[in-house]
């Protein structure tokens, strides 16, 4: 019904108070069955005896009592929801590095919405096992048995054949109730995340969906999700009540037992009233469990379906790990890329590429969309493993180079422009977090980026939304430069970073990084020649291969490839348009 | 921009719950009336039948074992036997239909919630973490569920069967019924005490979740970011914060929450003792004042009064709660859509895409300043317009207006002399053609992502789109061709791709005005100029406007319009400009001149 090991490990560190706050449980469930008692002695020794004077203390004593159960299960009640609160806190923490550390390979292949699903509502359906499902059904347990014993103590062997006959009963329903309702809240879990990925999407797309007026299909795409959830749910309600209310019929059983068989012995002298009374009283103790024993089922298997997703969740190893011996010394940024080859399907990405940057120079690499430039900076970064062939950064392979050092080390300025919805200052400070003001407005004016932000009735200050929405492409693009420059890297990579900048503002900025970051290996990869052709070399990108590499100068000679695209951005000083 | 909310700061609430929202509550139960109210009588006549055992049982102790009569006792058997057919009956049927309306409602209000999303501006997007509007659209609805449906009629069973109680109580004798009910006011006093803190405590706790929930989803979008920039550790302590506060907050609300039903049992035990106190000792004096049977049946009801009360205090518990999700979804209906339709807008009449900006105006935000003033100009139909300038000189602002995606702060824009103002805003926007800098990818196939420009093109449409912008070279290499599922922010797709893969999702589209916005910065020039020519045969003839920042992509451009300080500064073509020698030529000439 449920995974023993993940649950039981669960609870590790916090043993000791969730066995006290079950003991106390407990303690009040039988505790509660002394009030019974009391009751049955009023009734079969106060009201006949005539012994008024006893009857205040004994009342006392029944308001005492039920005074230190209330006190008892608000205790166990807090302990119990507290444990689960903290179970679910750990595992918030213990999910979330874990999305952390995994690898880009698995983000390629897991929707946001489904991870959501994970980090909230399963999350809260494992805490309520702890603080909910898992108690009540210890305490029921006991409030079972002891009633049991108490019932066995006054009724004798009729109860037994009674209960001999239910039972089994009762566990046969209940195991094929498990069994059938299993695969329903397994998909109830699934549709549940379906609806996460659908309404996550939509979200983002926000921009998307209003410019190709596709409201209704959206709301389309929603009203499937929407209705497998429901119908979903439905299912398993339909299957839990095939179950559940002949479960339920166990109450009525004892009651006719009580009153008929009871009643009988009763008059035949073989009982009392006040034991028939006390009797009454336990029934609904015996049987209240047992009514409810469908749903602890059916919440176990609930609960186990989200655990099960968890589980196989932080499971999930990364497979991109620290060397056991890794250098730890500061790189330079000396690279050497030896035969790297990379596939991310099944296409090339990479082909045996081979190339060699020193440290302090500058590179520039061009070529075709989708050549394999970008794949570059994310096997330097080392976010990609290399299907063969090897990266090394002062003469070491990176995988023998602490992970954090590295990628402290190189400092990316993505063309997939990410902000996160902060003020400025902390977007530009993301890579160091404890940067002072002055630093951070040295980074921005590098990046070309002080003058629009001062302009902010805010400034630095001004909070930008998610993903930087709200500024211009231009403007996210140079906060996104000023971010990778404050990191202060030994390896700087300007991915495309200059697209959406015009002619003055990406001078200015190169002049920034030729004067300011001359002791830096700056890789550049742009589409246009004006980026790249003050480079110390220029690789250019086919295909995964390298098809031509050298100087500027050297390439214009060559005519080849990068000649073409020369030409073409600078038609005009053929075409004879300028002076 | 508006003012944004970050996962650091709870959200302010907008609304406050009355009566408008109590009726709007009514208004999503309504369609499974029916439904509700047969549950609604099953479960009444059960209830009723529960509320009978004790008195068959003090039939059986008072009146049948003294008499000695099997024969009654069996009768009772015989009655107890009918009431648990009828109850498991009627158990099944009202769970199925209580199920059933409470699925259906939160379905309904999801819908509704979602379809209002969609109209909501670009500022509402852009000024919260999506993880926020995410957590209303889902969680809080599905939270809503049993509050709902079950809960409701519980709520009212509950009401009813303390009814019945007290009417069986009556019936056996009003007296000791009194000194029962003495313990109800006090309750209620003490709940409604207990209510303001109660809600406040729920409400700063779905806040303080929500903030996490935000984190969370910010931080599996950004994943690559946090791992680039090394912040792994310093972000695990940010959640730390967030999820320990959101911790904090429940246990404050769980630690009211958990007192209720204390209070609730130690009132049955109270009053309890106060029964037996006053019967025996009305015994005392006189042993004929109560039988036995009759104490022992009101000790009884006693119990099954407060059992509802007990329920009820446990679906106020969870109405409390539920009204602070309530709320923030029932906000998110109401929030303003800002774009909307005027009440005679007619559709679009479009002609031929003449296009004419008329003193335009415009601010994001009132505080902040205008982002246009004052701008005019004219486009003809079927003319290709550049917009050229600084970075955040407006120039997105432009064809962001002319779909009406914000609205004017002064002036009008005219399409074929109507003003976009006056017409649909989806005849409006059916028009048009949009390439977004943002491009967006579904998690889907590349065919789907293509085929969402026009949701009835046939995939051979789609393939000649692809064509057209020179996409379909790399879709084929890939492993499943057209139909290899890509991701929302995966690598399996360079951005360039991605841009490509857009761009052929608006040519799909077959727009009758064209806006690329910055459509092509990431690729290559070679494909670029491919990619202009295939454009170039689809936009011959429509109105078209092309943000770029590679001049010579738009040199041939009808009108260049150079954007900056909130107006043009100087409009015409190529050649025109340049030998004005201003903003233009300086612009072309850094981007030209290779020394």
Redesign the interface.
């Known amino acids: 019904m449920k995974k023993p090991s993940f649950f039981s490990e669960l609870i590790k560190g916090h043993r000791i108070r969730f066995s006290v706050a079950i003991f106390t449980k407990i303690c009040t469930t039988i505790l509660g069955i002394g ?1 019974t008692y009391i ?1 049955k002695y ?2 079969d020794t ?2 006949y005896s ?1 012994s ?1 004077k006893s ?2 203390t004994i ?1 006392l004593a ?2 005492g009592l ?2 230190l ?2 006190v008892l ?2 205790f166990s ?2 302990s119990l ?2 444990i689960g ?2 179970i ?2 750990d595992l ?2 213990k999910g ?2 874990k ?4 690898d ?1 390979k698995y ?3 897991h ?2 919405g489904d ?2 699903t994970r ?3 399963d999350i809260d359906f494992v805490q309520s096992f702890y603080s909910a499902a898992l108690p009540n059904t210890i305490s029921q347990a006991i409030a079972f048995i002891s009633s049991l014993f108490m019932m066995l103590f006054a009724g004798g062997p009729l109860v037994l054949m009674l209960l001999l006959f239910v039972l089994p009963m009762l566990g046969i329903l209940a195991a094929m109730l498990s069994k059938e309702i299993r695969p329903a809240h397994k998909r109830i879990r699934e549709m ?1 995340a379906r ?3 659908v ?17 209704d ?3 389309e795409k ?2 499937r999700a ?2 497998d ?2 119908n979903a ?2 299912k398993a ?2 299957i839990s ?1 095939k179950y ?3 479960m ?2 166990i109450y ?2 004892f ?2 037992y009580i ?2 068989v009871g ?2 012995l ?2 035949k002298g073989y009982m009392t ?1 006040g034991e ?2 006390m009797f ?1 009283s336990l029934v609904w103790r015996v049987t209240a469990p047992l009514t409810s024993f469908s749903n602890v089922v059916n919440e176990f298997s609930n609960i186990s379906a989200s655990g099960d997703k968890i589980k196989e969740f932080l499971n999930e190893q990364p497979e991109i790990t620290n060397h056991p011996e890794v250098k730890k010394e500061k790189l330079y940024g000396d690279i050497f890329f030896d035969h790297v080859t990379f596939n ?4 090339g990405a990479l082909r045996s590429v081979t190339f060699r940057i020193d440290r302090g120079q500058k590179i520039g690499i ?6 394999g ?2 794949t570059v900076i ?1 096997l330097i ?1 080392r ?2 493993e290399p299907t063969g062939g090897r990266i090394l950064i002062d003469g070491e392979d990176i995988r023998k180079i602490d992970l ?1 050092l590295l ?2 080390s ?3 300025s ?3 422009v ?1 902000l ?3 003020s400025i200052a902390k977007n530009i400070a ?2 160091h ?1 404890g940067a002072k003001m002055e630093d951070i407005i040295k980074a921005a004016k590098m990046a070309k980026a002080h003058d ?1 932000i001062s302009r ?2 805010e400034g630095y200050y ?6 930087g ?7 996210k ?2 906060i996104t430069l000023a ?1 990778a420059i404050l ?1 202060n890297p030994s390896i700087l990579i300007l991915d ?1 970073t200059t ?7 990406e ?1 200015y900025i190169q002049n920034q990084i030729n004067t300011k970051l001359k002791d830096k290996t700056v890789i550049i990869i742009s ?4 980026s790249v ?1 003050d480079c110390d070399q220029i690789l250019v990108f086919k295909d995964g291969k390298i098809t031509e590499r050298g100087t500027h100068n050297e390439l214009i000679l060559n005519k080849g ?1 990068y000649y ?2 020369y030409k ?6 053929h075409s004879g ?2 002076v | 921009m508006a003012k944004v909310n970050t996962f650091r700061e709870d959200e302010d609430l907008k609304i406050k719950f009355g009566k408008k929202h109590l009726r709007k509550v009514g208004h999503y139960l309504k369609p499974y009336k029916i439904s509700f109210i047969v549950a609604l009588f099953a479960q009444i006549l059960s209830s009723a039948i529960s509320a009978s055992v004790p008195y068959l049982f003090q039939n059986a102790i008072d009146v049948q074992i003294p008499n000695k009569s099997i024969k009654g006792l069996l009768m009772l058997g015989v009655i107890i036997i009918a009431f648990a057919v009828y109850n498991f009956f009627a158990s099944k049927y009202s769970s199925k239909h209580i199920t059933l309306i409470g699925q259906s409602v939160i379905s309904d209000i999801r819908l509704d919630l979602f379809k209002h999303l969609q109209k909501l501006p670009f500022t509402y997007y852009d000024s919260r973490p999506h993880g926020k509007i995410l957590v209303r659209a889902v969680n809080y609805v599905n939270n809503i569920a049993n509050l709902l449906s079950g809960g409701i009629i519980s709520s009212l069973m509950d009401l009813l069967s303390l009814l019945f109680v007290v009417v069986f109580m009556l019936m056996i004798d009003v007296k000791l019924t009194i000194v029962t009910l003495i313990g109800a006011p006090i309750f209620v006093a003490i709940l409604y005490f207990l209510k303001n803190i109660h809600r406040k405590a729920w409400q700063s706790y779905s806040d303080k979740n929500s903030n996490l929930t935000a984190y969370v989803h910010e931080s599996i979008n950004g994943v690559r970011i946090t791992q680039a920039f090394v912040r792994e550790r310093r972000n695990s302590r940010v959640l730390k914060v967030l999820a320990g506060e959101s911790m904090q907050h429940f246990m404050k609300a769980n630690s009211i929450e958990l007192l209720i039903p204390q209070i609730t049992s130690f009132m049955d035990n109270l009053m309890t003792s106060f029964v037996f106190y006053i019967a025996i000792a009305a015994v005392f004096k006189d042993p004929a004042a109560y039988q036995v049977g009759v104490v022992i049946a009101m000790t009884n009801y006693i119990t099954r009064f407060w059992t509802p009360v007990a329920n009820l205090s446990v679906h106020y518990n969870a109405l409390i709660t539920g009204l602070a999700y309530l709320e923030r979804i029932f906000e998110t209906m109401e929030e303003d859509t800002v774009i909307h339709d005027k009440p005679d807008a007619k559709p679009l009449d479009y002609k031929k895409g003449e296009i004419e900006f008329k003193n335009v105006t415009f601010a994001y935000d009132e505080e902040k300043g205008n982002v246009l003033e004052n701008i005019s100009f004219k486009v003809n139909a079927g003319e290709k317009i550049a917009l050229v300038g600084e970075t955040g000189g407006g120039k997105s602002t432009i064809v962001n207006l002319l779909s009406r995606y914000y609205n004017l702060k002064d002036g009008q824009i005219l399409i074929d002399g109507q003003n976009i103002a006056d017409v649909t805003v989806s005849s409006l926007r059916d028009r048009m053609g949009y390439m977004l800098q943002d491009c967006f990818i579904f998690s889907n196939t590349i065919m789907e992502n293509i085929r969402y420009g026009k949701l009835d093109a046939t995939d051979e449409d789609v393939i000649q789109a692809a064509k057209l912008v020179g996409a379909d070279e790399f879709i084929s290499k890939m492993p499943d061709g057209y139909f290899t599922t890509v991701s929302e922010r995966g690598s399996t797709l360079s951005v360039g791709q991605r841009q490509m893969i857009s761009l052929a999702r608006a040519i799909l589209r077959n727009p009758d005005i064209f806006v690329l916005d910055e459509a092509t910065s990431n690729i290559d020039t070679e494909t670029e100029r491919q990619l202009i020519e295939g454009i170039d045969v689809v936009l011959k003839n429509r109105t078209s406007f092309i943000i770029a920042h590679r001049l010579s992509t738009i040199k041939d451009a009808d009108k260049i319009f150079v954007i900056g300080k909130k107006s043009i500064l100087e409009q015409g073509t190529h050649d025109e400009l340049m030998a004005q020698k201003g903003h233009y030529y300086h612009l072309y000439t850094t981007q030209t001149n290779i020394q």
């Open positions: 009030l009751i009023i009734v106060v009201f005539n008024y009857l205040i009342l029944f308001l039920r005074l159960i209330m299960t608000y009640s807090y929801n507290f609160q903290k679910a806190f918030r923490q979330f590095k999305i952390l550390s995994l880009f983000f390629d292949s929707r946001t991870l959501m980090m909230t509502s549940r609806l996460n990925t309404v996550q999407e939509n979200i983002s797309a926000n921009r998307v969906v209003k410019a190709f007026c596709n409201e299909f959206e709301a929603l009203k929407n209705s959830f429901k749910n439905i309600n339909d009540r559940g209310p002949i339920g019929k009525d059983i009651n006719l009153v008929v009643g009988i009763t008059i009233v028939i009374v009454n991310y399907e099944n296409e061009v070529g075709s969309t989708g050549s430039k970008s994310n970064d976010f990609y954090e990628r402290n190189v400092s990316v993505q063309q997939d990410f996160f919805s902060e993301y890579g977090p629009f902010l009735p001004t909070i930008i939304g998610e993903r929405l709200g500024l211009s492409g231009g403007q693009q140079r971010r990191k495309d697209s959406a900048l015009d002619a003055d503002t001078k589409q246009r020649i004006s052709k490839f073409n695209i073409q951005q600078f038609s005009s000083r348009t300028e």
